[in-house]
Every structure is written in C-alpha cells, then in structure tokens.
C-alpha cells in the first residue's frame, strides 16, 4: 500500500470496535507510554478527556508516582519500542494496572489486557487503530458517534483540491510551516508537525494559542514570510478565536486558517486528516517519498548494534 | 534595568527564601498555571518533581479533575493574567487548595496563600522568584542548595565570550535555532524556545529525544544547514546522550552540544541562564531592543478593549 492509501484508510479505522475496560475514573492518574506515532493517541486522549490526569510519556522512565492506583496504557505499533517496553516492564514490576496496545512484537505477548490492532502500516498511518480503544473506552464512543467520525474524516479527504493548493504553497518557496493550535487541539498540532516531519522531511514548528500570545507573537511582526507560512486552527472557544484575529492584526501577518464543525472528536479527526494529506502532498511535491524513513530505521538498527 | 541586567539578576534571585508549605504527597495532583515567561517555572517542576502528577497549565480552563484533592498553583508575575485569574477563580470556587505568585495585581490581594515576589522586571526575567519557591517546598532545597545553584549560574555568565560567539553564528546567517532537549530538560528546551521569541524576536524550534528519534531525525539529513543551527543538551542519561551521537553520525549533521554538570537542579539553573544570555546577545546583534515587547503589550490592551 502506497501512503497515501495508508492515510485514507484511517476513516475505516475508526469503525473498529476495539476499547478499553477499565473505568478511568478508578485510578489517580493514566499514564499513556508511546513514541512518534504511537504518542499521538496519548497526546490527543489528554486533549479530550479530564475527569483524571491522562500524562502522555515519550521516554524510558515511568514517574515515581505510578503504582497500582495509576493506570498504564503502552501503545506501540510495532510491539518493539525499545522506549515504550522499558516503560511498560517497569509498570508490571511496580503492580500498574496495564492496558498493551500493538500489532504484534514483544508487547503483544505481555501478561495483562493486549489489545492486538492490524499491522502492515507505517506506525505513524495506524493512528485510528490505536486511538479508537482509548476513545470507546474514555469517552463511551459507540457505533454512530463512529460513523459520525468516519463523516468528519471523508469530508476533510473531500478537500484534496484545496490541500493541493496549500501543499504547493509551502513548497513553492520551501517555506516552513507554523502551526498555531489551540489547547483542545494540542495533539492535533503535534500530528502535524511530525507528519511534516516524516512525510514531506521538512521541519515545522507548531505552538498554541493563548500561550503564543505570551512568547511567539514577539518574532512575528519581523519574521520572514518567504520562510515560513503561518497555519491556525480556529477553536472551540470564542475568546481564542478572538485571539487569532488580534494577534493578525497587532502583528500584521496573515494566518491561514483552517476551521472545522461538529463535535471535538470530529474536529479532531478531520484536522488530522487534512494534515496528513497536506504532509503526503508536500513530500510528493519535494520529490520525497512520503513512506521513506529509512533514517530512522537506521537509527534503530544503530542503537541495537551498540548494545551487543 | 537594561535587560542583560535582568538576567543577571538571576543569580540572587535564587537566594531568595520564600517557600510553598503545602505537602504535595498530600495531594492527588498539582496544577501550575501560568502563561508565557510565568509558566516556564510549572514546566521545570514537572520535570524535576515526579511523586504525584504535575500538570503545568497554559490556558483559561481547569480540567475537570481539579477538586479538593488537587492543589492549584497560580503564577502571574503581573497577577493581572486574563488566563490565570481564570483558572485562580476556577480553583477557588471548586475548593482547591491554592497558592498564588505574584509581585502585586489582582492575584496578590486573593484569598488563600499568597507568595509575593519582588516587582520591576520583566516577567520573564524573575523566572528565579517565580521557580524557587515551588523547589523549596517540593524538593526541600535549603539555603546550601541554593548556593551551589547560584555558582552554576555565575559559571554559565562566566561563559560570556562563548555564548557571544553562539550568537554571531546565528546571526550570520540569520539561522533559525533548533534545541534538542531532553525528557529532564523540557523546561529548559521551552525557555530557550521562549527567549529567543522575546529578547531575540526570532522563531526558534525545539523538540527532544528520544522522542525525536521518532519523528525530527526524518528530516535532518535533507534539511539546509545554512537556514538552521542545531543545539543540544547533554542528558544525564547515558541511553540519550548515545543517540545524540547516533543522530548526529547517521543524519550526516553536526549538533552543537551543550553540556552541563552538577545535580540535575544546578544543570537546569546552568543552562537557563546559558540561554537567557544568548537570546540577550542574539538581540543585540540583529539590532532589535530585547527588553521590547511592546507587541505583546499591544495585544492585551486589544484584548481589553474587545471586552469594553
């Protein structure tokens, strides 16, 4: 399968009826362990879901505060994450709950629940899979809210015309890309950035409003708009949306802004949907192969070598 | 005070003997909420402080599980932040235990513990009045401590001409800062991030490993040396600083590595007033006042007059 295929497959992904049992509401805190793609859904769960601490973690070290009253959920696409299996060992010995999400490799063949997901994806591509049981288990998705998921997905896929346009914008000059999100879209700003990074190879830079209104909006009136191209997302939240048009017009620069309707979830995933495309399209303008991470494969290859 | 002597204010500032008395142990959780250069200091703790979550808090919101058993930290240097006065309100209404600190303002006459710091800087630049007092009172810093944090700052100041010439090759080329953290030095990365928006009116990037070996690391073999300069941290893990060198062998691209000694507290000390040095530099050298934020500025009053 091509990456593009890949990424269109995340709105049948989203139909799966995989899900986590445990009541959150059980525990003190949930960590959710998990690198590159396999952080995303971490990242994205702590976004929509308070009624308990969700900390996502993307290291080799479980906080001293994660005993039998912190649930521990490792997503790793792989199954082999030499991060993520250092996390989820140290959660068994210290008595966690655990919850191993993977399509096979070691964790799959861990002790405690394992949900087992479709492999043959990049990881970064098997996003659905590996959100939609901490989705259906957080946050009570059922079939129709589902389905209503998998519309926000289609119709942001519906758009590949004007994401073309955007694509062709950013490598036109080989501008780096700025993504502006806003608290609820935290994770979706980080799927961004990294598809940016593993798809299209190139970097972007991605922060948040309000907080950029503390820090990133001092280098916006002399930055360089044949460098970079700015990108918001419009919120949820009238008092942000409002902070998106000032900062525009204190710091004379033009966003372009990216809105979305229905629910979070739905805004979310439609958001993700359109970057992934837009991070496809750009690769294939640089005249990258977007599957191509050879690099970090090579990484990994190197890292093992030096334990031997 | 020009603004290289507020940041060398920062070796007093940590003498400072203010203190948090609450216990955090007695509580599920702690939210810091601050913004911009008064939230770096809930990012820090959160690194260094692991036996119940720290959840640093840049927004208008409390999440849903702040209640009695959740202390809420505020910090404002100003005590007049929209954001923070929110969350300060929030916490008061749902019973939380809270702190406040601050050097005057709204925040300064609430109810409940208030630590307040001296005035007259620049938010960013009491970083030291705003952190100290949550080290004392989780770490249990005392006066020796402290101490040994004040030399590590002065031995980054003694740096002077190393860091003078750090700012010359980013500004030669007008490259674009790239700093590679660490898990134990996100708050720093986050500083160094937010130094060079304000005092240097650049964009800057920063990410971390391992993390990064998962998403950036894709990018850095096709990326233009001539736009971006690549900064790390040392790790006080010796699995991280193998994949700096890892990185750096297999993307083909020289990091420039920054190492620090001492405990992990007098590192992050060392490396803030590193970085806060060579924003001021970087300032000066593209000709821009780093004391000037008046764009900020400019968007709270539009802020406050939309309310009108």
Not at 17 to 33: C, L, N, T, W, Y
Not at 175 to 194: C, D, N
């Amino acid at each position: 399968m091509g990456m593009r295929e890949e990424i269109l497959s995340l709105k049948d992904q989203v139909l799966s009826r995989d899900s986590i049992d445990f009541d959150p509401k059980k525990f003190k805190s949930v960590i959710v362990a998990g690198m590159g793609g396999s952080g995303i859904a971490g990242q994205i769960l702590s976004d929509i879901y308070d009624r308990v601490p969700v900390i996502p973690l993307s290291g080799y070290t479980l906080p001293a505060f994660a005993d039998s009253s912190c649930l521990v959920i490792a997503i790793s696409y792989s199954g082999n994450t030499e991060e993520t299996i250092s996390c989820f060992e140290q959660a068994r010995e210290r008595g966690c709950p655990t919850v191993a999400i993977a399509s096979g490799g070691t964790i799959s063949r861990s002790s405690g629940t394992v949900i087992k997901i479709p492999g043959g994806l990049q990881p970064r591509s098997a996003i659905g899979y590996m959100i939609m049981p901490l989705l259906r288990g957080f946050m009570n998705i059922g079939d129709q809210d589902a389905a209503r998921i998998r519309s926000a997905i289609v119709s942001a896929f519906d758009r590949e015309a004007e994401i073309k346009r955007l694509a062709e914008e950013l490598a036109s000059e080989n501008r780096t890309p700025v993504i502006i999100g806003t608290p609820e879209f935290r994770g979706v700003a980080l799927r961004w950035r990294t598809q940016f990074n593993e798809n299209s190879k190139v970097v972007a830079y991605s922060t948040f409003l309000p907080e950029a209104n503390h820090n990133d909006t001092a280098w916006m009136p002399s930055y360089d708009e044949e460098r970079f191209k700015l990108i918001a997302f419009s919120s949820i939240d009238p008092r942000i949306n409002l902070r998106i048009d000032l900062t525009q017009k204190i710091t004379g620069r033009k966003f372009h802004v990216i809105g979305s309707d229905g629910t979070l979830i739905e805004r979310i995933f439609f958001l993700i949907a359109y970057g992934d495309l837009l991070s496809y399209h750009l690769g294939v303008l640089r005249g990258i192969d977007p599957l191509d991470v050879s690099v970090l494969s090579r990484l990994k290859d190197g890292l093992a070598a030096s334990k031997r």
